[in-house]
């Protein structure tokens, strides 16, 4: 059973930071992309950032500049740091793994940006 469990998540005025973590744990082999996804009310879940099987780092234009992904390949995490936060970043953050033991997601964590 893989399990991916996120932390990080909360409250935070405009221009705020926050670091998301997702940590993978369990029957989960070749490990091919890593990253985070978020789905705001009444949108579809978008890509945030991720590590691409070549280990590239693919973000959304709308983050450039303000998030940071990375990674540990040996404890199977990915961190999100998430720095001039705004409130159209307001949504549910989703770790997603992509292995060749199959397609995984987190439970979610919420993140709020209001003053």
């Known amino acids: 059973q893989v399990q991916l469990v996120e932390s990080g998540g909360g409250l935070v005025q405009p221009g705020g930071s926050l670091r998301l973590s997702c940590a993978a744990s369990g029957s989960i082999f070749s490990i091919a992309s890593m990253g985070w996804y978020r789905q705001a009310p009444g949108k579809e879940r978008e890509l945030v950032a991720a590590?691409?099987?070549?280990?590239?780092?693919n973000y959304a234009n709308s983050v450039k500049g303000r998030f940071t992904i990375s990674r540990d390949n040996a404890k199977n995490t990915v961190d999100l740091q998430m720095n001039s936060l705004k409130p159209e970043d307001t949504a549910v953050y989703y770790c997603n793994v992509i292995a060749g033991s199959g397609l995984y997601w987190g439970q979610g964590t919420q993140v709020t940006v209001s003053s």
């Open positions: 590590f691409t099987s070549g280990g590239i780092k």
